[in-house]
Protein backbone atom coordinates (compact mmCIF):
# COMPACT_ATOMS: atom_id res chain seq x y z
CA UNK A 1 0.00 0.00 0.00
CA UNK A 2 1.09 3.31 -0.69
CA UNK A 3 2.47 5.69 1.89
CA UNK A 4 3.14 9.08 1.51
CA UNK A 5 5.00 11.08 4.21
CA UNK A 6 5.82 14.91 4.96
CA UNK A 7 8.18 16.61 6.75
CA UNK A 8 8.25 18.66 8.61
CA UNK A 9 5.05 18.47 10.06
CA UNK A 10 5.20 22.30 11.26
CA UNK A 11 7.17 24.69 9.88
CA UNK A 12 7.57 28.79 11.05
CA UNK A 13 9.68 30.94 9.41
CA UNK A 14 10.47 35.00 9.06
CA UNK A 15 9.17 36.60 5.69
CA UNK A 16 11.58 36.26 2.76
CA UNK A 17 13.37 33.16 3.30
CA UNK A 18 13.95 30.44 1.25
CA UNK A 19 12.15 26.95 2.29
CA UNK A 20 12.26 23.49 0.97
CA UNK A 21 9.45 21.17 2.16
CA UNK A 22 9.94 17.28 1.91
CA UNK A 23 7.48 14.53 0.61
CA UNK A 24 8.45 10.60 0.49
CA UNK A 25 6.53 7.31 -0.66
CA UNK A 26 6.78 4.19 -0.37
CA UNK A 27 5.66 3.09 -3.91
CA UNK A 28 7.92 4.58 -6.59
CA UNK A 29 5.69 3.00 -9.58
CA UNK A 30 4.11 6.38 -9.63
CA UNK A 31 2.03 8.33 -12.26
CA UNK A 32 2.52 11.45 -11.52
CA UNK A 33 2.89 13.82 -8.02
CA UNK A 34 1.00 16.88 -7.06
CA UNK A 35 1.31 19.49 -4.13
CA UNK A 36 -1.78 21.37 -3.14
CA UNK A 37 -2.13 24.30 -0.75
CA UNK A 38 -5.17 24.11 1.20
CA UNK A 39 -5.96 27.70 3.66
CA UNK A 40 -8.17 26.68 7.03
CA UNK A 41 -11.75 26.20 6.16
CA UNK A 42 -11.09 25.84 2.49
CA UNK A 43 -10.62 23.45 0.07
CA UNK A 44 -7.30 22.31 -2.00
CA UNK A 45 -5.74 24.12 -4.75
CA UNK A 46 -3.31 22.48 -7.08
CA UNK A 47 0.13 24.10 -6.66
CA UNK A 48 2.39 21.75 -9.24
CA UNK A 49 1.48 18.88 -11.08
CA UNK A 50 5.03 16.74 -12.04
CA UNK A 51 4.40 13.42 -14.55
CA UNK A 52 6.69 10.60 -13.78
CA UNK A 53 8.47 11.40 -16.76
CA UNK A 54 9.68 14.83 -15.14
CA UNK A 55 12.37 16.02 -12.81
CA UNK A 56 11.16 19.37 -11.94
CA UNK A 57 8.20 21.76 -12.71
CA UNK A 58 8.12 25.83 -11.70
CA UNK A 59 5.32 28.18 -10.91
CA UNK A 60 6.64 31.72 -9.85
CA UNK A 61 8.43 31.34 -6.36
CA UNK A 62 7.11 27.85 -6.73
CA UNK A 63 9.61 25.04 -7.79
CA UNK A 64 8.90 21.06 -7.43
CA UNK A 65 11.49 18.53 -7.92
CA UNK A 66 10.44 14.34 -8.26
CA UNK A 67 13.54 12.07 -7.53
CA UNK A 68 11.01 8.94 -8.51
CA UNK A 69 13.56 6.11 -8.11
CA UNK A 70 14.44 7.34 -4.03
CA UNK A 71 10.81 8.15 -3.44
CA UNK A 72 10.69 11.47 -3.03
CA UNK A 73 9.49 15.11 -3.49
CA UNK A 74 10.62 19.09 -2.46
CA UNK A 75 8.65 22.04 -2.98
CA UNK A 76 10.77 24.74 -2.61
CA UNK A 77 9.79 28.17 -2.19
CA UNK A 78 11.63 31.34 -2.76
CA UNK A 79 11.64 34.73 -1.01
CA UNK A 80 8.54 33.43 1.64
CA UNK A 81 5.62 35.86 2.01
CA UNK A 82 2.81 35.93 5.03
CA UNK A 83 0.20 35.12 2.04
CA UNK A 84 2.02 32.06 1.49
CA UNK A 85 0.93 30.51 4.67
CA UNK A 86 -1.16 27.27 4.48
CA UNK A 87 -0.68 23.55 4.89
CA UNK A 88 0.80 22.37 1.85
CA UNK A 89 -0.11 18.49 0.80
CA UNK A 90 1.68 15.92 -1.14
CA UNK A 91 -0.60 13.52 -3.30
CA UNK A 92 0.67 10.67 -5.45
CA UNK A 93 -1.16 8.52 -7.74
CA UNK A 94 -0.19 4.99 -8.64
CA UNK A 95 -2.37 4.85 -11.13
CA UNK A 96 -0.95 4.05 -14.83
CA UNK A 97 -3.60 5.70 -16.58
CA UNK A 98 -6.33 4.53 -14.18
CA UNK A 99 -7.81 6.53 -12.54
CA UNK A 100 -8.18 5.37 -8.68
CA UNK A 101 -7.31 8.15 -6.64
CA UNK A 102 -4.52 9.95 -4.79
CA UNK A 103 -2.78 9.34 -1.88
CA UNK A 104 -2.10 11.86 0.06
CA UNK A 105 0.84 12.66 2.80
CA UNK A 106 -1.09 14.69 6.27
CA UNK A 107 0.58 18.12 5.34
CA UNK A 108 3.12 20.40 6.50
CA UNK A 109 1.54 23.66 8.01
CA UNK A 110 3.72 26.83 7.18
CA UNK A 111 3.57 29.91 8.95
CA UNK A 112 5.42 32.90 7.61
CA UNK A 113 6.16 35.54 10.12
CA UNK A 114 5.48 39.23 8.87
CA UNK B 1 -16.86 28.38 -15.02
CA UNK B 2 -18.18 27.64 -11.52
CA UNK B 3 -15.29 25.12 -11.44
CA UNK B 4 -16.54 22.12 -8.50
CA UNK B 5 -19.23 23.01 -6.12
CA UNK B 6 -20.72 21.34 -3.00
CA UNK B 7 -23.75 21.91 -0.91
CA UNK B 8 -23.96 21.88 1.83
CA UNK B 9 -21.40 23.60 3.69
CA UNK B 10 -22.36 22.47 6.87
CA UNK B 11 -24.51 19.52 7.95
CA UNK B 12 -25.77 18.66 11.44
CA UNK B 13 -27.17 15.29 11.40
CA UNK B 14 -28.57 12.99 14.32
CA UNK B 15 -27.20 9.20 14.36
CA UNK B 16 -28.87 7.12 11.73
CA UNK B 17 -30.39 10.14 9.71
CA UNK B 18 -29.15 9.40 6.10
CA UNK B 19 -28.47 12.79 3.83
CA UNK B 20 -27.20 13.48 0.37
CA UNK B 21 -24.10 15.68 0.00
CA UNK B 22 -24.20 17.13 -3.77
CA UNK B 23 -21.04 17.60 -6.13
CA UNK B 24 -21.12 19.25 -9.04
CA UNK B 25 -18.81 20.11 -11.99
CA UNK B 26 -18.97 22.68 -15.26
CA UNK B 27 -15.42 21.94 -16.65
CA UNK B 28 -16.49 18.47 -18.55
CA UNK B 29 -13.93 16.09 -16.57
CA UNK B 30 -14.83 12.76 -16.57
CA UNK B 31 -13.36 11.87 -13.28
CA UNK B 32 -14.60 12.63 -10.20
CA UNK B 33 -14.43 11.42 -6.67
CA UNK B 34 -15.28 11.84 -2.95
CA UNK B 35 -12.48 12.38 -0.17
CA UNK B 36 -13.11 12.85 3.39
CA UNK B 37 -10.81 14.63 5.71
CA UNK B 38 -9.91 13.89 9.17
CA UNK B 39 -7.52 15.51 11.55
CA UNK B 40 -4.41 13.32 12.00
CA UNK B 41 -5.90 10.78 8.95
CA UNK B 42 -5.10 13.19 6.05
CA UNK B 43 -7.11 13.03 2.80
CA UNK B 44 -8.50 9.80 2.37
CA UNK B 45 -10.36 8.17 -0.87
CA UNK B 46 -14.12 7.48 -0.84
CA UNK B 47 -15.75 6.36 -3.80
CA UNK B 48 -14.74 7.53 -7.53
CA UNK B 49 -16.19 7.81 -10.76
CA UNK B 50 -14.09 7.50 -14.42
CA UNK B 51 -17.66 8.45 -16.13
CA UNK B 52 -21.87 8.68 -16.05
CA UNK B 53 -22.94 5.33 -15.18
CA UNK B 54 -18.95 3.74 -13.72
CA UNK B 55 -18.34 4.02 -10.40
CA UNK B 56 -16.00 2.12 -8.21
CA UNK B 57 -14.44 1.97 -4.20
CA UNK B 58 -11.78 4.43 -2.86
CA UNK B 59 -10.11 3.63 0.51
CA UNK B 60 -13.16 3.99 2.96
CA UNK B 61 -16.27 2.97 1.32
CA UNK B 62 -18.43 1.57 3.97
CA UNK B 63 -21.36 3.44 5.17
CA UNK B 64 -21.34 5.94 1.72
CA UNK B 65 -23.46 5.23 -1.75
CA UNK B 66 -22.61 6.95 -4.81
CA UNK B 67 -24.19 6.75 -8.04
CA UNK B 68 -23.14 9.38 -11.40
CA UNK B 69 -26.04 9.76 -13.83
CA UNK B 70 -24.33 12.43 -15.62
CA UNK B 71 -21.10 13.81 -15.95
CA UNK B 72 -21.53 17.63 -13.90
CA UNK B 73 -22.95 15.74 -10.54
CA UNK B 74 -21.69 12.79 -8.58
CA UNK B 75 -23.45 12.74 -5.32
CA UNK B 76 -22.47 11.09 -2.09
CA UNK B 77 -25.22 9.63 0.25
CA UNK B 78 -24.63 8.81 3.94
CA UNK B 79 -27.22 5.88 4.15
CA UNK B 80 -27.09 5.55 8.15
CA UNK B 81 -25.54 8.47 9.69
CA UNK B 82 -22.90 7.49 12.54
CA UNK B 83 -20.20 9.56 14.56
CA UNK B 84 -17.45 8.59 12.93
CA UNK B 85 -18.65 9.87 9.74
CA UNK B 86 -18.11 13.34 11.28
CA UNK B 87 -15.56 14.94 8.61
CA UNK B 88 -14.91 17.01 6.15
CA UNK B 89 -16.14 15.97 2.99
CA UNK B 90 -14.68 17.22 -0.47
CA UNK B 91 -15.39 16.58 -3.82
CA UNK B 92 -12.88 16.26 -6.68
CA UNK B 93 -12.55 16.55 -10.52
CA UNK B 94 -10.02 16.09 -12.83
CA UNK B 95 -9.89 15.14 -16.97
CA UNK B 96 -9.27 11.67 -17.50
CA UNK B 97 -5.97 10.66 -16.30
CA UNK B 98 -4.54 9.71 -20.47
CA UNK B 99 -5.02 13.44 -21.32
CA UNK B 100 -1.07 13.55 -20.11
CA UNK B 101 -0.26 17.03 -18.56
CA UNK B 102 -4.10 17.47 -17.63
CA UNK B 103 -4.40 15.03 -14.80
CA UNK B 104 -4.43 18.31 -12.03
CA UNK B 105 -7.29 17.54 -10.11
CA UNK B 106 -10.08 20.35 -8.75
CA UNK B 107 -11.05 20.35 -5.45
CA UNK B 108 -14.22 21.72 -4.35
CA UNK B 109 -14.81 24.07 -1.04
CA UNK B 110 -15.85 20.64 0.91
CA UNK B 111 -18.49 20.32 3.75
CA UNK B 112 -18.45 19.81 6.88
CA UNK B 113 -20.62 17.21 8.39
CA UNK B 114 -21.34 16.32 11.94
CA UNK B 115 -22.88 13.33 13.47
CA UNK B 116 -24.25 13.58 17.03
Known amino acids: KQEVTQIPAALSVPEGENLVLNCSFTDSAIYNLQWFRQDPGKGLTSLLLIQSSQREQTSGRLNASLDKSSGRSTLYIAASQPGDSATYLC?????????????FGKGTHLIIQP | NAGVTQTPKFQVLKTGQSMTLQCAQDMNHEYMSWYRQDPGMGLRLIHYSVGAGITDQGEVPNGYNVSRSTTEDFPLRLLSAAPSQTSVYFC???????????????FGPGTRLLVL
Open chain 2, 92 to 106: ASSYAWRLAGQETQY
Open chain 1, 91 to 103: AVSTSGGGADGLT
